[in-house]
């Protein structure tokens, strides 16, 4: 008996005590063009099975994210209109997955500052 609740108890402790995964984060700033696709090169990796990918710009509607298979542009998300909040640009990755971002913009150029998110949101 005393070896059983022994047991319960590390099996409750190791419960309270785990941490749930963080999600990845860092500053991004983001060029983009007014029709024209701009390919970024920096390759992220998902390491938590089910993540997505979000991203928060300084301001909205002017500039699309889209998410792609490093080295394989035709393997990518749709063009996303960026806005101040938060906004999912692509859903329930696979753990291992390396993905780069592309923008674009229907309506002008610039350059804008921004978060992005991804594996463990």
């Given amino acids: 008996m005393k070896r059983a609740l022994v047991g319960l108890l590390a099996v409750g402790f190791a419960m309270l005590s785990a941490v749930p995964a963080q999600a990845a984060s860092t500053t991004i700033t983001v060029p983009f063009k007014h ?4 390919w970024f090169t920096t390759a992220r990796t998902i390491t938590v099975a089910g993540s997505n990918i ?23 998300g749709a063009f ?11 859903s329930n990755f696979k753990a291992g997955t390396k993905f780069c971002l592309a923008s674009n913009s229907p309506y002008t150029s ?12």
């Fill in 54 to 76: 979000d991203a928060q710009v300084a301001y909205g509607g002017i500039m699309q994210l889209a998410w792609y298979k490093c080295g394989d542009r035709n393997t990518r």
């Fill in 35 to 38: 029709n024209q696709i701009t």
């Fill in 110 to 121: 610039g350059t804008v500052g921004g978060t992005l998110w991804w594996s463990g949101n």
């Fill in 80 to 90: 996303v209109r960026m806005e101040e909040t938060r906004t999912r640009v692509g």
